[in-house]
């Protein structure tokens, strides 16, 4: 139920996305941009969540930061979403980190109550690659 709930988030965000923004939206770019389009798509949230879920909140659960909780998300969740964002910021431009951090928390929530990275790269992989295709083409 939640998990479907975090897979429906998305196209919402979406959805007011683009009522606020009314791009262009041409679905067919990723035909002639293949790699441009799954690098973000698929590469990079397989990677990141290995990286970062996987790896770092992972290690962070064997710390004392293990018996930090905020609601439902976690002290390890919470560093390691920080982190995420963080790299981000170096990466992209400042509004475009601002939409990290949320999804980044589901990831590690999702990571946290399944105890694996496979629920968070299925959510971030369906993020990004709804993500690009509909508002991302290459100039």
């Known amino acids: 139920m939640q998990f479907g709930a975090a897979l429906l988030a998305a196209p919402l965000v979406w959805v007011g996305l683009f009522a606020l923004t009314h791009p262009a939206i041409d679905v067919r770019w990723p035909i002639g941009a293949l790699v441009v389009f799954l690098m973000p798509a698929l590469v990079y949230p397989v990677l990141e969540e290995i990286v970062f879920r996987g790896a770092a909140q992972g290690l962070l659960w064997k710390t004392r930061l293990a018996a930090v909780a905020f609601g439902p998300l976690s002290g390890p969740n919470l560093l390691t979403s920080a982190a995420f964002t963080g790299l981000h910021v170096l990466l992209?431009?400042?509004?475009?980190?601002?939409?990290?951090?949320v999804p980044s928390l589901i990831f590690g929530y999702f990571r946290d109550r399944y105890?694996?990275?496979?629920?968070?790269?299925?959510?971030?992989?369906?993020y990004n690659a709804g993500f690009f295709l509909l508002f991302m083409r290459p100039e």
């Open 115 to 126: 105890r694996g990275v496979v629920p968070a790269i299925l959510l971030h992989i369906f």
């Open 92 to 101: 992209r431009p400042a509004w475009f980190t601002l939409g990290v951090i």
